[in-house]
């Protein structure tokens, strides 16, 4: 249920690297980024809670791994203070 989860639960993360747009739009974010050398760069979705979470945290997982995640919904910033990330 996706009202008891969130980008930053495994489950989520688990399911999105299922998908294979999920690969493609992290690798786009990676040719994106490198190609333009940015320093900023965000994903976004209808509810900011989900899907754009779950794609931040997996590219700086695997990629950025001193990246900084600002999340955006009350509800996102709340669970990452109740999961130490912030």
């Known amino acids: 249920r996706l009202g008891d989860v969130i980008g930053l639960d495994f489950k989520v993360q688990a399911v999105m690297l299922t ?6 739009a992290l ?3 990676v040719e994106a980024i ?3 050398g940015l320093r900023e760069f965000s994903f976004a979705c209808r ?4 899907r754009s979470v779950a794609c931040c ?6 990629v950025y791994p001193k990246a900084q ?11 990452a203070a109740e999961h130490g990330v912030v």
């Open 34 to 36: 490198e190609a333009h």
């Open 57 to 62: 945290v997996l590219l700086a997982a695997i």
């Open 69 to 79: 995640i600002r999340f955006t919904t009350e509800r996102t910033r709340r669970a």
């Open 47 to 50: 509810s900011g809670t989900h």
């Open 19 to 24: 998908q294979c747009d999920t690969a493609c």
């Open 27 to 29: 690798l786009d974010a």
